[in-house]
Structure formats: C-alpha cells, structure tokens
C-alpha cells in the first residue's frame, strides 16, 4: 500500500501519495485555500476551491465556506490524516471536517461542513475550478461527476455530494469547468450542513 507523506510548517498543509493523489492547504492572506492534482512533477493542480468574497457575494450565499485555522487531529499518519478547520464570514461561523484516507492505489477526501448562521442563509456552496473542460467528463448528474485524462494521467477524479447535497456544473472559460457542491438550506434550523467528496480512481489497466 502507497505510504501517505505530509508535509506541514505555517503557510502550507500537503498531503499526498507520490505518484497519485495529491490535496494542498495553502495560507493567502488570512484564509487556508485548498487544490488537488496529482503529485508527479511537472503536473498541473487540477481542482482549486474559489472563495467567498464579501464584495461580490450577497450576506445570505456562500459560494465556499472560508477557513482561517487549520489543525491536525490524529490519525493513522501511514494511511489517513483529519484536518479541523473553522472560519468566519460575515455573520457565518464554518467548521468542517477535512478526512484524507488511502485505500489501495485510491485517495479519498471527504468534507463536512457546518454553517452557523443567526441571519437567512439562501445558499451554502463548495465551489471549485476544475482545469478540465466538458470532454473530458465521462458521467455527470446531479450526485455524481467524473473527469478522466489531461493532467489526471491514469486516475479518474470523481466529485460525489452526499444526500441531501446536490452537484452543479457550468463552463469556467473554454478549457475548464466550474463545479459546485449545494447544500439543501434548512430555514428552520440556524446551522446548514454541506456534505461531500472527492475520490482519486486509478483506471483500470492504467500504467504510469
């Protein structure tokens, strides 16, 4: 089984099975930003999570919860690593669950994430630019999305919402793609929930 290597000092949070997948915590400013590719040289990120900005959003929607401290949580250091992260957004106040596990020669993320909020919240998102445009999409609806080739080499990345989240798609320009992850806003309750993962496949047959 591929060994998972982290790499952690004040402005970074890398994680990632060489040769395959690859998720990278970044500091800019005072926000942790994350991207996810695949860690072989010369290889370009893939995924890249597109801010909330208070200038453009409405205080209702979130296009991505915002994360300003990140901790470590213990956890298997050879096959899984749990990242805490909390943040704060106009009068929301996020906290999420950042889960990397491997199984075999596939890496799995996955992310859960509160929102609470006094105020009306219209719409909670994850929001991502995927640097693969709609030919390389191989299955795609409202639960599931799946990109193959470019600089994915021979792994499949797979985008899942866990019910009752849903998934978006639309065009970011002619070579990549916006993808979103949608919670399904509770008005009665002051805390949302946003539900999802991200999965690096290896295809079958594949050689490197």
Known sequence: MPKLEVVHDDD??????PGGPRLAFTRRGDRWTHRLGIA???????????ESDAER???GS?????YQEIHRHEADGETGVCLLL???FLDHHFSAAAGFVVRGEEGILEIDVADRCRGRVESL?????VALDSSRLVDADSTRVVWTGGGLGVFSLVLEAVAPCSLALAEAGRRATR???LATIDPASHTQRLRYR???????????
Do not use: C, H, K
């Not at 072989?40 to 597109?50: C, D, F, H, K």
């Open 12 to 17: 970074t949070f890398l994680v990632s099975i």
């Open 40 to 50: 072989v040289e010369g290889r370009a990120e893939i995924a890249a999570s597109l």
């Open 57 to 59: 959003d409405p205080p």
């Open 62 to 66: 979130v296009m991505s919860p915002i």
């Open 86 to 88: 909390t943040g704060g």
């Open 125 to 129: 998102a994850a929001t991502y630019t």
């Open 179 to 181: 993808a979103q992850v």
């Open 198 to 208: 991200w999965r690096w496949a290896r295809n079958r047959g594949a050689t490197a």
